[in-house]
C-alpha cells in the first residue's frame, strides 16, 4: 500500500549536508524532511567505519560553524577527528538542533519526477511525496565501487569494502588479510590492520603520494585559543583556496628559491605534517618541473623510511604529479612495509585474473589469504545521483543528459530541472576544499535561491542552458590549465570502467568560487530563470 505525503522540501541524504540544509529549512519554517538511507546520521562518518578511520583535516576546521554556540560547546579531542569522534559530533548536532523528528532513516529515494511544478518523489518503502524542492544531498563519496572482478563470488572468505564497513568491527587478529587499494581509505587502513593481522597482503595497481599527518591529541590550551579566534579563522578559510585558515595562498615560485632553501621549506612542511608541502609554492599544481621537486622530495622520503629497495622503489609514485590526485595523510604507512607480516604485492602490469575460492590471481600466481578488503573508493561525484531515476517535466532522466558526463550550473543546478538542487555537485570546488565549509556555503545560496523564489511567488527556479554551458566550459579551462588532468583518479571518472572521462571538480578555489557565486545573486540571479 503506498502512503501519500505532501512536503514543502525532501532532501536526501543525513550527512553534513542534509543536516545543514534541513535546519536551514526549519528555520525558515519551511514543511522539510530528510530521507537517509542508513539508520542513523553522519553519511561518510556512518558508512566508513574501517580501522583507521580519519578525517586528513584538523578537527577545529573540519565543522561546522553556522552557530557559534555549537563551535563553542563541541570540544575536539583528537588534532584529526577519529570515525568514531566525528559520528558522534553528527549525532550531537541532529540532537542539539532537533533533527532527528525530521528524519526518515532506513529509506532510500529511488525516483522523482517533475509534473505541474511540483516532484513527486518515491521511496523504496512505498512512500510517494509531493514537494515544490527537492534538494540532493547525497554525497559525492558515497557510492562505494566494488570492481566486477572474475569469481568474486565464489571466495570463502569474509568481503569488506572499507566505504560499506559493518558496525561490528571484524576480528583480525590470527588473520591473513588480503587488501586492494591504496588511495587514503587503503593508506589510513592498512597500518591498522597490519597490527593485529598475522598477515597482510596489499596489492598495489598504483603506487600513491602521502605525507605524514603528524597526528596528535588535541591539547586544551590549543583548542580554547582556537575557539576564542573562530571567527578570525573562518574568515582567514572562506578566504582561502582550499578552504582552511592556516593554508592561505603562496607568493613564491619553486624556482624562486635554490634547491637547498627549497628542500628545507618541504621539509619543515614535512615535519609539521598535513598538507602544508603543496601550499609551499604557487606553481606546484600548475608546472610539472615545479612539481617535480616535491614529488622528488616525498619519493627520497619514502626511500628513505622503507628498508627494502625493491618495496621502496615500488612504492614510489611516478605515473603523476603530486597533488593531482587527493592527496593522502597517513601515520606510519610507508614504515608499515618494514614489518615482517606485511607484503606488498606490485599489480601495476598484472592484473587481478580472478577471485578464488581462497584468494586472488594476479601475476600467474595465486596468493591466499582469509578476509579481503577492497579500499577500491567510490563511484565518485555522479554515482549516488545518477542512482536515483529523476525525470524531468519531458520525461527525460538526469541519468541520460549527463551520459558523457555531469553538467550543472556552478555545480547547484541543472538546467531543465526545475526547483532542484545538489549540494557540492560536480563543477563544484567541494571536493576540492574543506568540505564542511563547502556545504556550508552551497546550502546558504541554494536556500537564497528558494527564499527569492517565494518571496516573489515563483513556481520555478530553474538554471540557464547557455550559462551552465559556459560554466561547464571555464570549469574544463581552469582544470587544463593545471597538472590535475594528468592524473588517473575519481576526480576524472578514470576509476569506473566504462565512465566517460571528465574533469568534475572545480578547482579554482574556494574564495573564488564563493565571489562568483555572491556575483551571481548581485547581477539579479544571473545565470537563474524565475517563472511563474
Ligand atoms: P555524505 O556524508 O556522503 O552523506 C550522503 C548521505 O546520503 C549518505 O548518508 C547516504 O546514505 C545518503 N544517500 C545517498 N543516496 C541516497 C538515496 N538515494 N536515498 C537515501 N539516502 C541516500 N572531506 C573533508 O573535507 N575532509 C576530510 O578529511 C574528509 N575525509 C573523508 C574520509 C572518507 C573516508 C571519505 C569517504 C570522505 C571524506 N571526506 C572528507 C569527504 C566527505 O564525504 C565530506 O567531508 C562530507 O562528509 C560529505 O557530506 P555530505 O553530507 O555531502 O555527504
Ligand atoms: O579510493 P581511491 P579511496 N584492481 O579511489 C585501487 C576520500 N577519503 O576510498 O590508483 C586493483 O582514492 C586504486 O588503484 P588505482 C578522499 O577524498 C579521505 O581510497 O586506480 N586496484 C586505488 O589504489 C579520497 O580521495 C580519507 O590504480 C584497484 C584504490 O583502489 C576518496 O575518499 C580517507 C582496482 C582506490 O583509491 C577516495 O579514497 C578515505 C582494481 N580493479 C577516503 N580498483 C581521509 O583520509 C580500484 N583499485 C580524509
Known sequence: MI?????????????????????????????????????????????????????DIESMDYSYSFSDELQQEWNWKEKYGTQPEILEY??????????????????????????????????DNNIKIECHYLILATGN????????????????????????????????????????????????SIPVISETAKELLVFQRTANFSLPARHSKLPENKREKYKKNYKKYRDLAQNSSFGI??????TKSAFDVNEDERNEIYESAWQEGGQAMLFAFTDLLTNKEANETAANFVRNKIREIVKNKETA???????????????????????????ENVSLIDISNHPIQKITEKGLISNDAEYEF???????????????????????????????????????????????????????????????????????????????????????????????????????????????????????????????LGKTRNFMPYVGGVANYKNICDQKIKNDYEGFEFYN
Not at 585558515?245 to 603562496?250: D, G, L, N, T, V
Not at 622503489?313 to 612495509?337: A, M, Q, V, W
Request: net charge positive; with cysteine; glycine share 8%.
Open 90 to 123: 553528527a549525532r550531537f548536532v541532529s540532537k542539539k538542533f532537533n533533527l532527528r523528528k525530521n528524519i526518515n532513516f532506513k529509506t532510500s529515494i529511488v525516483k522523482a519526477r517533475f509534473i505541474n511544478n511540483k516532484w513527486i518523489v518515491e521511496t
Open 370 to 496: 582469509d578476509d579481503l578488503v577492497f579500499a577500491t573508493g567510490f563511484d565518485a561525484m555522479t554515482g549516488a545521483v545518477k542512482a536515483i531515476e529523476i525525470l524531468n517535466e519531458e520525461n527525460i532522466s538526469l541519468k541520460s543528459v549527463w551520459s558523457k558526463g555531469p553538467k550543472t550550473y556552478l555545480g547547484i543546478m541543472v538546467s531543465d530541472f526545475p526547483n532542484l538542487f545538489m549540494i557540492t555537485g560536480p563543477q563544484s570546488p567541494g571536493v576540492k576544499s574543506q568540505m564542511i565549509l563547502s556545504i556550508e556555503q552551497h546550502v546558504n545560496f541554494i536556500h537564497n535561491l528558494i527564499i527569492h523564489k517565494k518571496n516573489n511567488k515563483y513556481l520555478q527556479v530553474n538554471a540557464n542552458k547557455d550559462k551552465q554551458d559556459e560554466w561547464v566550459k571555464h570549469n574544463n579551462e581552469v582544470a587544463n590549465a593545471t597538472l590535475y588532468p594528468l592524473a588517473h583518479s575519481w576526480y576524472n571518472g578514470d576509476n569506473i
Open 313 to 339: 622503489e615500488k612504492l614510489c609514485p611516478n605515473d603523476h604529479p603530486i597533488g593531482t590526485k587527493r592527496l593522502c595523510l597517513d601515520s606510519n604507512y610507508f614504515e608499515t612495509y618494514n614489518k
Open 3 to 55: 502512503t501519500y505525503r505532501n512536503l514543502d522540501t525532501v532532501i536526501v541524504g543525513a550527512g553534513f549536508a542534509g543536516m545543514y540544509c534541513l535546519h536551514k529549512q526549519i528555520q525558515e519554517g519551511f514543511n522539510a524532511e530528510i530521507f537517509e538511507k542508513a539508520d542513523d546520521v553522519g553519511g561518510t562518518w556512518y558508512w566508513n567505519k574501517y580501522p583507521g578511520a580519519r578525517c
Open 245 to 250: 585558515a592556516k593554508y592561505q595562498p603562496p
Open 141 to 188: 563519496l558515497s557510492t562505494p565501487n566494488t570492481p566486477n572482478i572474475e569469481g568474486i563470488s565464489n571466495f570463502k572468505g569474509k568481503i569488506y569494502h572499507t566505504g560499506a564497513w559493518p558496525e561490528k568491527m571484524p576480528e583480525f587478529k590470527g588473520r591473513k588479510v588480503g587488501i586492494i587499494g591504496t588511495g587514503s581509505s587503503g593508506v589510513q
